[in-house]
């Protein structure tokens, strides 16, 4: 296990650009979270995946933001017209889908905006 | 929909002493509960988890905790904590499943030398 890979680790963008961030998650594993964290607070849950079936979206989640996962490995999470914002951690986390009920965390993208 | 509190934002503690987080959990259904450590520019990892079963359960580190259903609690304890584990902890809930986690805000803990 290579474990869960985020890309880039770090971004700093302007207001008003767009972003995106990739996550591979842990072979074999189906199930892929993205979720965000600020300053001071705990991960917030954005969205979820089953292979590349979106299953669930947070309210939190604006029109501005997509997240897919076009054949079931890795996954994408798209910031259109970035605010201030969004500045935060961006985490993603890979499950089996089975049995242990554990995620699995990446190291995160901390996005600034500017 | 669930949600967890954590009590207290900060807790400074001496090397060797014990120490508890407390956690409590909201919910209309019944749930899974975690514990994760965030160490310093390292990703979440988790420590220990109640799915079922007997209410306490052990952890990586020397970590346990012991759920409590009627006072709604989760609460994680070591009975000697080490420089080491200077961290952010956090509870989290889900959904019976492979469910996203609810997670609270944290609680940061200090292991004083």
């Known amino acids: 296990d290579t474990g869960v890979s985020q890309n880039p680790r770090h971004k700093i963008t302007k207001r008003g650009q767009n972003v995106t961030f990739r996550c591979d998650p842990i072979?074999?594993?189906?199930?892929l979270y993205w979720y965000r964290q600020t300053l001071g607070q705990g991960p917030e849950f954005l969205t979820y995946?089953?292979?590349?079936?979106?299953?669930?979206k947070s309210r939190l989640l604006s029109d501005r933001f997509s997240a897919e996962r076009p054949k079931g490995s890795f996954s994408t999470l798209e910031i259109q017209r970035t605010e201030q914002g969004d500045s935060a951690m961006y985490l993603c986390a890979s499950s089996t889908g089975q049995g242990t009920y554990e995620q699995y965390f990446g190291p995160g993208t901390r996005l600034t905006v500017t | 929909a669930q949600s967890v509190t954590q009590l207290d934002s900060q807790v400074p503690v001496f090397e060797e002493a014990p120490v508890e987080l407390r956690c409590n959990y909201s919910s209309s259904v019944s749930v899974y509960l975690f514990w994760y450590v965030q160490y310093p520019n390292q990703g979440l990892q988790l420590l220990l988890k109640?799915?079922?079963?007997?209410?306490l359960v052990k952890g990586i580190n020397g970590f346990e905790a012991e759920f409590n259903k009627s006072q709604t609690s989760f609460h994680l304890r070591k009975p000697s904590v080490h420089i080491s584990d200077t961290a952010e902890y956090f509870c989290a809930v889900s959904r019976p499943g492979n469910t996203p986690l609810v997670f609270g805000k944290g609680t940061r803990l200090s292991v004083i030398a």
């Open positions: 072979s074999e594993h189906n199930r």
């Open positions: 109640y799915l079922s079963g007997s209410t």
């Open positions: 995946f089953q292979n590349e079936a979106q299953l669930e």
